[in-house]
């Protein structure tokens, strides 16, 4: 159950927006169901009578009967309350108690109090409400509302396990604020997919990752297309900044700009020069790299915060920020197979990256500097070694937002918990569609292999991880784990060792797919390309064959050699 408040000015527009057909004629049956007292509010939805002016004037009453200078300018108070998809449709009895309860829980109208302000409960669709108040209690005082939206949520929480509907999840004051019902309704008049406060917050997000200096901030802002304004002091120094869409604009025909610090807690400017100054990063870069190299050297950084969040040692806070910004470099470079789904993950993640907890002075410059490569290296191409390395980070970023959810859920950070979990099943998704060809390239190449090489894999398998190997021979990528083990014998690794190795990393019980977890940590861990052409292999270190007096029996041989001497 999500309550929505808001003031205004204008008691009658509010009426007949509620009281009308709505915008797409969606309004059905419009009426009140509670109100400050019964009988006193005239029902133009019920009674042919009754007018949108008389139900105007019973509400405003206490207002207009205070002079002039005592009227509140904004003295309309608004709450649509609605009920989360799935949950059962509550009747006119109970959308009234739920009415009552929220209007007692903000300090609107407490109950018993007969000289609390008016207010009134419309319904005009199934899953909702709109309670309507005027700011002037009937004995002239103001209402005692401080927090009222903070009140307004809690006694949500409340009424949903009382009515037995969903659960949802508390929030402790650090989500970025949600667009206001006016600012979602502009959007739909002119046909924007979203309000601009959340697109300037993505904008302002992706600008922010992995920059190295103030300027170069500022200097993506306009690059992306926005309009950005720079408070400057005297001396001149920069105060602050607020941005702006190129088009969305007022009655007046002025641009509607937002703060930095109005879009999201941080990315108010101090807050952005404390991550700048906190995490300094080389503005004098070298060579541009190449996008499945930046891909690749972004997956130490993004292990190491797998295991800082499993550890819990106070840096987790630095290490959610830095990921946050890696995913928005990703977001925005990304072929379009996986665009959609990663641009969801990292605006999902952004919920995860704030909590009460103080973040550490902890160094988190790999994973900003990672940003910053992935952005300078440019548009993958999704196919190949970029999206073989792409699939090997996604994998990696898939393992740590879910340690980032197990972080906030052992914190009782509901919201952020269930952020991380929902990035983590925008980037499963994308990871599944980058994955695709490599994997498949892979298999082919563990199906050619020959029978005793198979054996010999399948044995190193089960003595490195007899706990996983009956689950990993049934699994849809045994062939290309084989494959992969093969080719890293081939380049001069013991199987067993390296097997032992790459598990030692992290524990697998939390991976949705061991056997893909465990391709991509050895092929990261040795360097083989992560896309292979098939029928490839790396060249063997050794020489020349051995004879097979000559082997000893601990000597592990490239499988060419194993060839050889079974001839």
Known sequence: ???????????????????????????????????????????????????????????????????????PQRHVWHCPVRTAPGDRLLTDTEWGEVAR?????????????????????????????????????????????????????????????????QRLNSGDRTAAKRPTSAERSKAERTGRTEPPRETLRDAVR????????????????????????????????TLGYKVALPGDRNRAGQPIWFPGSKLAPDLSLPKIRQRLTDNPLDPEDGPRPRPARARRDAVTPAVRATTVLDQDDGTAVAQLVGTGELLDALAQTAPAATRTELRAAARAFERATRS?????????????????????????????????TTAMLLSTLVLVTLAAARWHSAHHHAQQAAAARQAAHHLRTAYQTTATLPLKAMRNDGQRLPEPVRQQHT????DALPEYADQLRGGPGWDALLATLDQAQAAGHDPTALLKRVVGQRELDTADNITDVLIWRIRHTTGLSAAPKPGTRPAPTRTRATKPDETPAHTTLAPTEQRRTRR
């Open 206 to 237: 992706q600008a922010l990752a992995g920059a190295a200096t103030e300027d170069e901030f500022f200097a993506r802002l306009t690059a992306a297309g926005l309009r950005v304004e720079q408070r400057i002091a005297p001396s001149g120094d």
């Open 356 to 388: 009460h907890v103080r973040a550490a002075r902890a160094d988190q410059r790999a994973l900003r500097s990672a940003a910053r490569g992935v952005l300078r290296a440019g548009d993958a191409l999704g196919r190949g070694e970029d999206g073989g």
């Open 1 to 71: 159950m999500v309550p929505d408040i808001s003031t205004g000015s204008r008691t009658y527009g509010l009426l007949a927006y509620l009281y009308g057909p709505g915008r797409r004629d969606e309004h059905e049956d419009p009426h009140i169901v509670a109100s400050w007292q019964p009988g006193l509010a005239p029902d133009p939805g019920r009674d042919p009578a009754a007018t949108l002016k008389q139900l105007t004037d019973r509400l405003d009453l206490p207002v207009l009967a205070l002079s002039a200078g005592r009227r």
């Open 459 to 462: 044995a190193t398998v089960g």
């Open 101 to 165: 309860r929220i209007v007692h829980a903000t300090g609107i109208a407490e109950h018993g109090d007969d000289q609390a302000c008016r207010w009134i409960a419309v319904r005009h669709a199934p899953d909702h409400i709109h309670i309507v108040a005027t700011l002037k209690r009937q004995d002239g005082r103001s209402p005692r509302r401080h927090q009222d939206a903070v009140r307004a949520q809690a006694e949500c929480r409340r009424i949903e396990a009382d009515f037995g509907l």
